[in-house]
């Protein structure tokens, strides 16, 4: 069993359209990282979550601690938003990292 | 700044040599992290530094591979002797606290 769960794992969308991503984890957490890797490989930290909700531009995170779930939110979905998103947490035990498979988002024009 | 700087981009190998992946991380950063990417896998944490101290080596996958942090602005990764397995993609990332950045990651082939 993956201490990181993700879904869905593949995502085609309509330009305009509001995207959500979902990731669920069986670990304590010190901390919530959302990656977006580009398909050309470069790998971007979007948010990094302990509680609560962040906002950047068009995407919003959340985080339910007592759920151990945390969704992404795209709004006006873009093009240019294409690419795999990595759900990552860091345990509040033995410091170590556990990862999504990734979803794999595709948005048409 | 640069960013995090990753040597070389490409590396194409045959199996059985030794293979030498390089990072430089952002300077002022005290955490310096290798993680391998496979389309099996995934993205896997290998081994994380801080202070130029490793904290968790759990995720090297055996004694073919170490790392080593001589000082706060420079690290390497190494695999002796190297297997077609090893290849992957292998990014380097570094920070000061929570947020991560990362380089643009060593293309590993090993033939």
């Known amino acids: 069993k993956n201490e990181v769960e993700q879904s869905p794992q593949n995502l085609t969308a309509q330009e305009g359209e509001f995207i959500t991503i979902n990731c669920s984890y069986s670990?304590?957490?010190?901390?919530l990282h959302w990656l977006q890797q580009h398909p050309g490989g470069g790998i971007v930290s979007l948010f990094m979550l302990s509680s609560g909700k962040k906002k950047h531009g068009r995407l919003i995170a959340t985080i339910n601690i007592q759920e151990k779930h945390s969704s992404l939110h795209i709004t006006a979905s873009h093009p240019r938003d294409s690419a795999v998103y990595i759900c990552a947490v860091r345990s509040n035990t033995g410091n170590q990292f556990y990862f999504g498979t990734g979803t794999s988002l595709t948005v048409i024009p | 700044d640069a960013g995090v700087i990753q040597s070389p981009r490409h590396e194409v190998t045959e199996m059985g040599q030794e293979v030498t992946l390089r990072c430089k991380p952002i300077?002022?950063?005290?955490?310096l992290f290798w993680y391998r990417q496979t389309m099996m896998r995934g993205l896997e944490l290998l081994i994380y530094f801080n202070n130029n101290v490793p904290i968790d080596d759990s995720g090297m996958p055996e004694d073919r591979f170490s790392a080593k942090m001589p000082n706060a602005s420079f690290s390497t990764l190494k695999i002796q002797p190297s297997e077609p397995r090893d290849s992957a993609v292998y990014f380097c990332a570094s920070s000061s606290g929570y947020t991560q950045y990362f380089g643009p990651g060593t293309r590993l082939t090993v033939l």
């Open positions: 300077s002022g950063h005290d955490y």
């Open positions: 670990v304590g957490i010190s901390a």
